[in-house]
């Protein structure tokens, strides 16, 4: 059974930063997509950040590009998504997500395994 499981959300100022973790069992990282979504109250879940499977190769969104940076440790089995310069509209619960393939698709019906998410409130 594969599973992901988030921590690191929790409450911040604007300006500051947090790190996602995305621990994963029954499955490796390295030889999956990984990808980090967020939703806010009210809106579609999105995509933020994706792995490519065994290669180092990242893609982000444009409202994160250059704050947000994901990253996995294969010893750990775990993903990351580091975020600086968060603002109040990162609001939102934070998904770990990952699927068969090698290039991560930007649509979340296109993941089969999801985490329960972990929830990031930036203060103004």
């Known amino acids: 059974q594969v599973q992901l499981v988030e921590s690191g959300g929790g409450l911040v100022q604007a300006g500051g930063s947090l790190r996602l973790s995305c621990v994963a069992s029954g499955r490796a990282v390295s030889s999956h997509v990984m990808g980090w979504f967020r939703q806010a109250p009210g809106k579609e879940r999105e995509f933020v950040a994706g792995l490519s499977r065994y290669t180092d190769v990242t893609y982000s969104s444009e409202s994160v590009k250059g704050r947000f940076t994901i990253s996995r440790d294969n010893a750990k089995n775990t993903v990351y998504l580091q975020m600086n310069s968060l603002k109040p509209e990162d609001t939102a619960v934070y998904y770990c997500?990952?699927?068969?393939?090698?290039?991560?698709?930007?649509?979340?019906?296109?993941?089969?395994?999801w985490g329960q998410g972990t929830q990031v409130t930036v203060s103004s």
């Open positions: 997500a990952s699927r068969i393939g090698a290039i991560p698709p930007l649509q979340p019906h296109e993941y089969d395994t």
